[in-house]
């Protein structure tokens, strides 16, 4: 089992997580917030055709999330999973497209991936994250949300490789030249997670299989690398690989676990 990332941040998100078994590869695409173009675009970046795109899992519906996620899935016949209060704020967009629903504790099952939606707090109708696991590995997905809860905890423990959401350094944030609104909803409970959250959420979860660790969704303007790698480093033992993902770039193939 196998994940990268066609960009993350606020400008847009799209992580990819594959595994093969015998003959068949199951790859599906988590989020897809670039346009029909840039996704074929990226997508070619790592030697992929939307052919190879099994699926398409939707955490929200804001729009560095969903901003491609329809017209990509209706061109390339893709079946997209979303739950019913996502499908409610998107639902003008999702003609033609075959969707199925999900919903927080029930799993689905797109080839050879198990994908686990779970609730979090964020400023969307039914917000969920998903746990991706192969039978061998379990990947832990972790962004847009506003504050740590015993749940999200619990349903990350375990995982083999954990893309965790560091959006800003609170200090960058209360400094910037952002409207005070916007301050209060990034750092809000329904917000998004800042590193010292990020960190204390992977301080406290079950890091018994954990090898790797991808800090996402970082802000252009109230973080940087360095702080938000330096926050998750500090509470992780030696030997847990640790990275971030960019905008721009996102990040190439990592195995989960060793394995892939
Ligand atoms: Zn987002
Ligand atoms: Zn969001």
Redesign the pocket.
Known sequence: MKFASLGSGSEGNALLISTRSGLTCTTVMLDCGFAVRETERRLARLQLTPADISGIVVT?E?Q??VGGVFKFARRHRVPVWLTFGTFQAVQSHCDGVDLHFCRDGECLQIGDLEMSPYTVP???RE?VQYVADSGVAKLGVLT?AGHATPYMITALGGCDALMLECNHDRQMLRDSHYPESLKRRIGGDYGHLSNEAAAEILAAMDKSRLKRVVGAHLSLKNNTPELALAALASVIQDGIDVTTACQEEGFGWLDVAGVS
């Open positions: 929200h804001h560095d999330h964020h400023d969307a917000p847009d």
